[in-house]
Structure formats: structure tokens, C-alpha cells
């Protein structure tokens, strides 16, 4: 599974981005796809998880009624939606796909990454 991620940019604060992240490849295999973020000096933390049939979402405290994650299975697309971006959100944002069996994780992919820098 291939992921690349577009979207991100820089923009002031209290405005929105849409990032997108296409699949490709066997992307059947997919279970659960996810949003990741890694700041300047800081980890990678997740931001926000979908699961195949995008029926159960869940966020970081810090992004929920803000951020938005959804999937296009038929575009093999996921999206995440960022309204009210504050500085605190600049980050290097990461797509990650993965796939489990037998209680194991049998596929972790990532994307390049897409950088959002908000301004104050």
C-alpha cells in the first residue's frame, strides 16, 4: 500500500485545510486508516482514526469538534477536515493505513507527510 498526502499549507489562525491522503495498491487489505501529527521537538501523536467502513471515529482530545477525519472507499481517499486551526497545530502531518490479523498488525504504512504551519 502506497499513501501520499496533499493539502497541507500555510494559513492564519481560526481558518481551514482539507488534507487528503490517496491510497493505492492493496489497499482491500486496508482496516483502519488514521491521521498522525509530529510538531518541531516533539512525537508523533495521533489526531484522528477511521475504520474501514468509516463507521467509529475517534480523536485527540485536543482536535475534537475542530477536526473532522472521513474516507472515500470508492475514491480510496481519506480526508481530514481542520477547522479553527491554531498555532498549535502546526505539524507535520502523517497518513498511516494499516491492516491486522491474528491479533497482529500485518501492514503499517505512512505517507511523506504534509507540512501545516498556522500563523498567529
Known amino acids: 500500500v502506497q499513501l501520499v498526502e496533499s493539502g497541507g499549507g500555510l494559513v492564519q489562525a481560526g481558518s481551514s485545510l482539507r488534507l487528503s491522503c490517496a491510497a493505492s495498491?492493496?489497499?482491500?487489505?486496508?482496516?483502519?486508516m488514521a491521521w498522525y501529527r509530529q510538531a518541531p521537538g516533539k512525537q508523533r501523536e495521533l489526531v484522528a482514526a477511521?475504520?474501514?467502513?468509516?463507521?467509529?471515529?475517534n480523536y485527540a482530545d485536543s482536535v475534537k469538534g475542530r477536526f473532522t477525519i472521513s474516507r472515500d472507499n470508492a475514491k480510496n481517499t481519506m480526508y481530514l477536515q481542520m477547522n479553527s486551526l491554531k498555532p498549535e497545530d502546526t505539524a507535520v502531518y502523517y497518513c498511516?493505513?494499516?491492516?491486522?490479523?491474528?491479533?497482529?498488525?500485518?501492514?503499517?504504512?505512512w505517507g511523506q507527510g504534509t507540512l501545516v504551519t498556522v500563523s498567529s
Open positions: 495498491g492493496s489497499t482491500f487489505s486496508i482496516n483502519a
Open positions: 498511516n493505513a494499516r491492516s491486522y490479523g491474528l491479533g497482529s498488525i500485518v501492514l503499517d504504512a
Open positions: 477511521i475504520t474501514s467502513g468509516g463507521g467509529s471515529t
